[in-house]
T-cell receptor, first 115, second 114 residues
Framework: DVKVTQSSRYLVKRTGEKVFLECVQD?????MFWYRQDPGLGLRLIYF???????EKGDIPEGYSVSREKKERFSLILESASTNQTSMYLC??????????????FGSGTQLSVL | AQKITQTQPGMFVQEKEAVTLDCTYD???????LFWYKQPSSGEMIFLIY??????QNATEGRYSLNFQKARKSANLVISASQLGDSAMYFC???????????FGPGTRLSVLP
């Protein structure tokens, strides 16, 4: 069974704190993604990575950074958390195949609240 | 411009009836894939069904089918014989051939009434 594991289900942080969200997958997927989900907006891509140490900005990268030191792990970093980063964060992974039917596998999400 | 449009923020359906969730998309790539995901209140995203742009037939997976109308750029999800457990958010997504990214619509919240 494919597993994408996010380290925390719920997280509460204070404004200005540095926040790390961790994601690990066990399917040897090349691609890993971080999305945030807000009501009425669906899922918006923050960053993705198609290989170790590679990263690409998504649609809303401002205020975030990422790290991929190992193939199975993709970390999302909020350098200085702000209240507008309160959201559900979803990690996902997939194989690297262009134009294929390879679907995304998701973690169970982290609900982050920044006070 | 929004690439995936889901015009129904919320839908209600009676148990055992069929329901159609709308999805329209926008792309100039001739090769793309369309996906539907279900997100129950527990939060996990569950893959339901896939349709490739070159597939001749509409995709089906059990009670789920995809009404693919390529010329109209629509990929509506049809759920037959609705069950209470079908109550969830439903997201339509697209993956174009030249990118690795999946683009999601805003979602439709389906409520199945007993």
């Amino acid at each position: 069974d494919v597993k994408v594991t996010q380290s925390s289900r719920y997280l509460v942080k204070r404004t200005g704190e540095k926040v790390f969200l961790e994601c690990v997958q066990d399917m040897d997927h090349e691609n890993m993604f971080w999305y945030r989900q807000d009501p009425g907006l669906g899922l918006r891509l923050i960053y993705f990575s198609y290989d170790v140490k590679m990263k690409e900005k998504g649609d809303i990268p401002e205020g975030y950074s990422v790290s991929r030191e190992k193939k199975e792990r993709f970390s999302l970093i909020l350098e200085s958390a702000s209240t507008n980063q309160t959201s559900m964060y979803l990690c996902a992974s997939s194989f690297l195949e262009r134009g294929s039917n390879e679907k995304l596998f998701f973690g169970s999400g982290t609900q982050l609240s920044v006070l | 411009a929004q690439k995936i449009t889901q015009t129904q923020p919320g839908m209600f359906v009676q148990e055992k009836e069929a329901v159609t969730l709308d999805c329209t998309y926008d792309t100039s790539d001739p090769s793309y894939g369309l996906f539907w995901y279900k997100q129950p209140s527990s939060g996990e995203m569950i893959f339901l069904i896939y349709q490739g742009s070159y597939d001749q037939q509409n995709a089906t997976e059990g009670r789920y089918s995809l009404n693919f109308q390529k010329a109209r750029k629509s990929a509506n999800l049809v759920i037959s014989a609705s069950q209470l457990g079908d109550s969830a958010m439903y997201f339509c997504a697209m993956r174009e051939s030249y990118g690795q990214n999946f683009v999601f619509g805003p979602g439709t919240r389906l409520s199945v009434l007993p």
